[in-house]
């Protein structure tokens, strides 16, 4: 497969930038190394300087003692001189284990110097690695992407034919969500969004083909007409319902019926308009009006009015006789 070729082709510049950061790494190791040993030699030095500096104070002490003595006796002054010579070679090896150290002291800076000057490099060249990484591995990605496209090309056009059937089926089609999920991106170019914990990935769809659909062979065809037909034909089906039966028209009025319709009709309205009336009269602030009144209860001035819904005589016969009419705001039967 192409993709191994393009893993295998390491591009030259990345060759040599790895080499480069091979080589700063291990300076870098040898400097951290070097370290170490001065830092160890340094700590031996500084107690070889303790002995030395406490053994030639010791000496000194010595010559001096010796010299005095040997001003008052002469034949003191060979063991005078001897120990002058010892004190001298003491303060010589003080001297010169404390240049060794002092070379070991600055060789110590010299290596944190050079170790800060290494990290710097290394640090450049991490920032030229990612840049020549992304190039390696979109090199790798285009060579694997040349693989998929040589893979798919036998799943596309299976895919067309299932959207083609899917795109004249009834009801909702075939198979609509799988073929919205039936997908391959490129991994060139693509990008994803991760929202709500959905990820949504854009980018070229590798099984996507041309856009074009192929036509449906006759047999294939002919079956999903008949069915669309058929389903169209349903869908416009209504339940059977009986005709509603004709409400039969009521005989027009004589002349004394209309007569006698209209004297009730009067009645009802003058009884409604003297019970508006008295409904007025009811809420004035007057005391001498009259009325009962029950605790916690509500005024029952109603009562004494005319209840035409349940009056009996005249005006009942007048609503038992009226038909037809629009409902009366009190009473709810109807007048003309």
């Not at 893979?151 to 909702?172: F, K």
């Not at 007569?259 to 009645?267: G, P, S, V």
Request: net charge neutral; glycine share 6%; charged share 30%.
């Amino acid at each position: 497969m192409r993709i191994y070729k393009a893993v295998s082709d390491l591009p030259v510049e990345l060759r040599i930038l790895l080499d480069e950061i091979k080589r700063a790494l291990d300076s870098r190791a040898d400097a951290d190394r070097a370290a170490i040993a001065n830092r160890d030699a340094i700590a031996a030095g500084e107690l070889r300087i303790a002995e030395l500096e406490a053994a030639s104070k010791e000496l000194d002490a010595r010559a001096v003692m010796a010299e005095a003595k040997a001003a008052g006796d002469i034949s003191l002054k060979s063991d005078a001189g001897k120990a002058a010579k010892a004190a001298d070679k003491a303060a010589a090896d003080l001297a010169d284990v404390r240049r060794i150290h002092e070379r070991r002291v600055a060789a110590v800076e010299h290596l944190h110097a050079e170790a800060r000057a290494i990290d710097e490099t290394i640090s450049s060249l991490k920032k030229r690695l990612q840049t020549d990484m992304r190039a390696y591995c979109n090199q790798i990605l285009c060579a694997a992407n040349e693989d998929l496209i040589e893979a798919c090309s036998p799943l596309i056009p299976v895919i067309q034919a299932v959207a083609a059937v899917n795109g004249m089926m009834p009801n909702g089609g075939l198979a609509r969500d799988w073929l919205d999920c039936a997908k391959l991106i490129s991994p060139v170019d693509y990008r994803s969004d991760h929202l709500s914990g959905h990820v949504r990935v854009h980018g070229t769809d590798l099984l996507a083909g041309d856009g074009s659909l192929p036509d449906l062979p006759v047999g294939a065809a002919t079956a999903i007409q008949e069915i669309v037909s058929i389903s169209k034909a349903l869908s416009q089906h209504k339940n059977f319902q009986l005709p509603k039966a004709l409400q039969p028209e009521a005989p027009p009025r004589s002349a004394a019926d209309q007569r006698r319709y209209d004297e009730q009709a009067k009645r009802i309205r003058l009884a409604e308009e003297e019970f508006d009336r008295r409904q007025e009269r009811a809420k004035e602030p007057s005391k001498e009006r009259g009325y009962t009144h029950r605790v916690g209860g509500s005024h029952t001035s109603r009562a004494s009015e005319v209840n035409v819904m349940h009056a009996s005589g005249p005006l009942a016969d007048d609503w038992s006789q009226l038909d037809g009419g629009a409902p009366s705001k009190h009473t709810g039967r109807g007048t003309p």
